[in-house]
């Protein structure tokens, strides 16, 4: 397995354009999150899923961002609408729910950067 | 609501040398997970090291060990005989005992290793 696989891994767009970012993760892994990572910050908790179910948004996660996970294998987060505060750098993580309790199972994907000009 | 503070956005240390990261959290829950994730420039965030909080005993892997004092909520990183690879971004993270499993971080240290 290769890990967690996100892509592109840069993407520049204008602002009001529709962006989408893609995530692939290790394919065993029932759970998959998405955080957002600002210039100076630790990552912020999006949203994530357990197979194909969305089952937490954070208040971060405006109207104009979507996510899915259609086959509960790879996830899409959409951005509608692009705004200059959307630049950033967003991660994708993939666990096994339950875990082993050996380890927190968190892989992290190398993330998405994000520039709105 | 959680929250994870770092209170030293860079840090630097001799090659060799040993370096404490600090981080504090405030909870009310009683059963969580800490962690220290290592994010080196432009490459991905990896686990360091990560605690039990019903475990008095503190973690340790390799040359990373914590102080884990559960009752000041304080959970700090010792990194002993340090190396040029260690040069990163170092971020604590909490994470609830169950349910979504979600990480909260702390804003981040960067250290700097010299040689």
């Known amino acids: 397995d290769t890990g967690v696989s996100q892509d592109p891994r840069h993407k520049i767009t204008k602002r009001g354009q529709n962006v989408t970012f893609r995530c692939d993760p290790i394919?065993?892994?029932?759970?998959l999150y998405w955080y957002r990572q600002t210039l100076g910050q630790g990552p912020e908790f999006l949203t994530y899923?357990?197979?194909?179910?969305?089952?937490?948004k954070s208040r971060l996660l405006s109207d104009r961002f979507s996510a899915e996970r259609p086959k509960g294998s790879f996830s899409t987060l959409e951005i509608q609408r692009t705004e200059q505060g959307d630049s950033a750098m967003y991660l994708c993580?993939?666990?096994?729910?339950?875990?082993?309790?050996?380890?927190?199972?968190?892989?992290f994907g190398s993330g998405t950067r994000l520039t709105v000009v | 609501a959680q929250t994870v503070t770092q209170s030293q956005p860079e840090m630097s240390v001799q090659e060799a040398e040993t370096v404490t990261l600090s981080c504090t959290y405030d909870?009310?829950?009683?059963?969580?997970?800490l962690f220290w994730y290592k994010q080196p420039p432009s490459r991905q965030m990896i686990l360091v090291i990560r605690?039990?909080?019903?475990?008095?005993q503190n973690a340790t892997e390799n040359r990373f060990s914590v102080n884990f004092q559960k009752a000041a909520k304080s959970f700090s990183l010792k990194i002993s005989d340090s190396q040029l690879g260690d040069t990163a971004m170092y971020f604590c993270?909490?994470?609830?005992?169950?349910?979504?499993?979600?990480?909260?971080f702390g804003k981040g240290t960067k250290l700097t290793v010299n040689p």
């Open positions: 394919s065993e892994h029932n759970r």
């Open positions: 899923f357990q197979n194909e179910a969305q089952l937490e």
């Open positions: 909870t009310s829950e009683n059963n969580y997970y």
């Open positions: 993270a909490f994470m609830k005992h169950y349910g979504s499993e979600k990480l909260v």
């Open positions: 993580a993939s666990s096994n729910f339950p875990g082993t309790g050996d380890s927190n199972g968190y892989t």
């Open positions: 605690q039990e909080a019903y475990k008095q």
